[in-house]
């Protein structure tokens, strides 16, 4: 299932993209291979669910703050490395597209979704805000919603 809704297409994008960048950033030695990115996002996706007020928390000597999981699969320099050079696109700002920083991978969700997508007469789709509290002119107010500030999906 992974492999349906995260495409090669998608992690060739962000590895070329953010070779790019780093390029652009003086960093002509950055390299980013498709096994450090799943790696990198997989790390990401379980820092989401155990928080530390510090990310280099992660990696720490102590033995009781220390999380394997995350340490043993990346240094933490590396993972820093990534985390300043990740990109996804390397043109230039659309000032009418809000989210033109991630529009080629909005993209090829769009195309993954219609091709894997199965049509009935019973399906429904329903609105739904995602609780952002930072600055962003994308960014909606709704008053009758839990989740009052965010973006609406």
């Given amino acids: 299932m992974f492999d349906k809704v995260f495409p090669d297409e998608l992690f060739e994008l962000i590895m ?71 990109h996804f696109t390397s043109e230039e700002p659309d000032p009418d597209d809000i989210f033109w920083r991630i529009r080629p991978v909005i993209s090829i969700f769009h195309a993954v979704f219609h091709a894997n997508g199965q049509e009935t007469e019973h399906q429904a789709v329903d609105e739904m805000i995602i609780p952002f509290k930072g600055r962003h002119r994308g960014k909606q107010y709704l008053k009758n919603k839990p ?3 965010g973006f609406k999906v």
């Fill in 147 to 149: 989740k009052k500030w």
């Fill in 16 to 86: 070329e993209e953010s070779v790019l960048y780093a390029r652009k950033c003086k960093n002509n030695t950055f390299q980013l291979t498709k096994n450090e990115l799943l790696v990198y996002l997989g790390m990401n996706i379980v820092m989401t669910y155990i928080k530390y007020p510090n990310g280099r928390m992660y990696w720490s000597s102590k033995p009781g703050l220390r999380m394997d999981l995350i340490a043993d699969a990346m240094t933490v320099n590396r993972f820093e490395e990534i985390k300043r050079y990740v």
